[in-house]
């Protein structure tokens, strides 16, 4: 069974270079075919697509975001890193990396979430 976990900063200023990092357990993010992803969610609102790596180290990103986000990974760590520059409180949510089996938003497995805040 595979296994996720966000890890990285909680509380940020903004301006700042928001990185969180996803360990994946039970499963290589380098098997076909899957795919990768951050998703975030805001307080009191619904889930937003942030972007995601695909088994073969290709990238996608909301294009909402696109301008402020790359995504990578580490194959000997078997993780993947989202980075979201020039954070805003607008940022302010909960985290998510998850695994989706088809790139179209069919998430089997999350990570439990992280909350990150955008405060001076």
């Known amino acids: 069974q595979v296994r996720l976990q966000e890890s990285g900063p909680g509380l940020l200023q903004p301006s700042q270079t928001l990185s969180l990092t996803c360990t994946v357990s039970?499963?290589?993010?380098?098997?076909?075919?899957?795919?990768w992803s951050w998703i975030r969610q805001p307080p009191g609102k619904g889930l937003e697509w942030i972007g995601m790596i695909r088994y073969s180290g290709s990238t996608y990103y909301s294009p909402s975001l696109k301008s402020r986000t790359s995504i990578s990974r580490d194959t000997s760590k078997n993780q993947f890193t989202l980075q979201l520059s020039s954070v805003t409180p607008e940022d302010r949510a909960v985290y998510y990396c998850?695994?989706?089996?088809?790139?179209?938003?069919?998430?089997?497995?999350w990570g439990q979430g992280i909350q990150v805040t955008v405060s001076s």
């Open positions: 039970g499963g290589s993010i380098t098997t076909n075919y899957y795919y």
């Open positions: 998850a695994r989706d089996l088809t790139g179209l938003s069919e998430y089997d497995s």
